[in-house]
Nanobody
Framework: QVQLVESGGGLVQAGGSLRLSCVTS????????MGWFRQAPGKEREFVAA????????YYATSAKDRFTISRDNAKNTMYLQMNSLKPEDTAVYYC???????????????????WGQGTQVTVSS
């Protein structure tokens, strides 16, 4: 059974940084695209960033571009999201996700993803 576990969330002041991690268990993650999404209170879940199975292609929401960096270490079955210059509007629960099929591009649509982690809370104070 595929399981995703996020970690690294917390409380940080505006302008600060956090690095989120997502560990995959139950299979080798190296053949599957992965992504990060977030959901703020009262809002719909939204795309943050995605990375291809090889790590060669990355995609970002406009809000994340130039501040966040998605990466992966397939040897560790781990994906990361480095978040810099955090803003109060980045406050949300952050989820990692992946797909069921190998080598299938998943990109920005949450419905394309099949497996989700439980989420990690990121709170940015002003």
């Amino acid at each position: 059974q595929v399981q995703l576990v996020e970690s690294g969330g917390g409380l940080v002041q505006a302008g600060g940084s956090l690095r989120l991690s997502c560990v995959t268990s139950g299979r080798t993650s190296s053949s599957y695209d992965m992504g990060w999404f977030r959901q703020a209170p009262g809002k719909e879940r939204e795309f943050v960033a995605a990375i291809s199975w090889s790590g060669g292609d990355t995609y970002y929401a406009t809000s994340a571009k130039d501040r966040f960096t998605i990466s992966r270490d397939n040897a560790k079955n781990t994906m990361y999201l480095q978040m810099n210059s955090l803003k109060p509007e980045d406050t949300a629960v952050y989820y990692c996700a992946t797909g069921r099929s190998k080598f299938v591009p998943l990109r920005t649509t949450s419905g394309s993803y099949d497996y989700w982690g439980q989420g990690t809370q990121v709170t940015v104070s002003s």
